[in-house]
């Protein structure tokens, strides 16, 4: 049986850190909540995603995929059709990526209200 070590994302070398940053990552929690919902063609995920580049959807994706968050699915097809949904361990993702993104738009009035304050102090 193998000992799995104590993951900890505040210790500077844990691995775990870089799952942390991912998921941290803007566009990340955006596609994933994108993606929640049903299976999406790159267009169509980047026409829900506004303000994302092709180049950065694309990296993202790449990225999601490899961490196992994403699934691609090509179709060998002319035109070629690609979709791209969530995984099991990316629907564990999605539930709190959600929560965090209503937060945000609950909030929002209050975060601004707090910086129009701090930046009347300076």
Same mark, same amino acid.
């Given at each position: 049986?193998?000992?799995?070590?104590?993951?900890?994302?505040?210790?500077?070398?844990?691995?775990?850190?870089?799952?942390?940053?991912?998921?941290?990552?803007?566009?990340?929690?955006?596609?994933?909540?994108?993606?929640?919902?049903?299976?999406?063609?790159?267009?169509?995920?980047? $026409?829900?995603?506004?303000?994302?580049?092709?180049?950065? @959807? %694309?990296?993202?994706? !790449?990225? &999601?995929?490899?961490?196992? =968050?994403?699934?691609?699915?090509?179709? $060998?097809?002319?035109?070629?059709?690609?979709?791209?949904? @969530? %995984?099991?361990?990316? !629907?564990? &993702?999605?539930?709190?990526? =959600?929560?965090?993104?209503?937060?945000?738009?609950?909030?929002?009035?209050?975060?601004?209200?707090?910086?129009?304050?701090?930046?009347?102090?300076?």
């Amino acid at each position: 049986m193998s000992q799995h070590p104590d993951f900890n994302v505040m210790t500077a070398t844990c691995p775990s850190r870089t799952s942390l940053a991912r998921i941290a990552n803007k566009w990340t929690a955006m596609i994933v909540i994108a993606l929640g919902k049903e299976r999406l063609r790159f267009g169509d995920l980047r $026409a829900t995603v506004q303000g994302i580049s092709g180049k950065v @959807l %694309t990296e993202t994706l !790449r990225d &999601l995929e490899r961490d196992g =968050l994403v699934a691609r699915h090509a179709y $060998a097809e002319m035109p070629p059709r690609v979709e791209y949904e @969530l %995984t099991p361990l990316g !629907r564990t &993702l999605h539930t709190p990526l =959600l929560a965090l993104g209503a937060w945000a738009e609950t909030n929002i009035e209050l975060v601004m209200a707090a910086r129009e304050a701090y930046d009347a102090q300076s």
